[in-house]
């Protein structure tokens, strides 16, 4: 279980503090473990007033936008030490992302949704806390593809997590 920090979305600059993820890993040998993974970042911004160009329309206003991402994913680890008090590793993800993207100015609103084709290089740790207590501090890197009516989606995920 985790608790994620989105940094920078491509459609918004604001800092995501709202995210959770969950992970599983079956470990096929000491050092290597493969399984799954679903997290959830929900960005936010206030844009200052202006005029913004969507396609051949201008709208003169102040903008809100929301960005909610659902990255699934089935991923690899490598685990440098396993056994040790401080294991460091990588992994990669394959999978998707579903995006829901949602901008706002006075009466008018765009929605969208897409299931964008994604990837993730992850790097991290784990901490033995306990005899049968781990924290994780993990990075992820969330890449996404053109999907519908969405641009790819990419941002940098900042994780804190229980290890059972």
Do not use: C, W
Not at 91 to 102: A, D, L, P, Q, T
């Amino acid at each position: 279980m985790e608790y994620s920090v989105g940094l920078a979305s491509d459609f918004i600059d604001n800092v995501s503090f709202r995210g959770l993820g969950f992970e599983y890993r079956n470990m096929v040998k000491p050092n290597i473990g493969v399984g799954v993974g679903i997290g959830y970042n929900f960005f936010y911004e206030k844009k200052d007033y202006g005029t913004y160009v969507n396609g051949n329309e201008s709208l003169t206003g102040i903008q809100f936008r929301y960005l909610h991402n659902v990255p699934m994913m089935v991923a690899g680890d490598y685990y440098f030490k396993p056994n040790t008090k401080i294991n460091p590793f990588v992994g990669f993800g394959i999978g998707g992302n579903y995006i829901s993207k949602r901008t706002e100015m006075g009466v008018f609103m765009i929605e969208d949704e897409a299931f964008q084709f994604a990837f993730r290089p992850e790097a991290g740790a784990i901490f033995q806390a306990g005899p049968d207590a781990m924290i994780s501090f993990t990075a992820k890197y969330i890449i996404g593809t053109d999907a519908d009516d969405i641009d790819a989606q990419s941002y940098l995920a900042l994780n804190l997590g229980y290890v059972f």
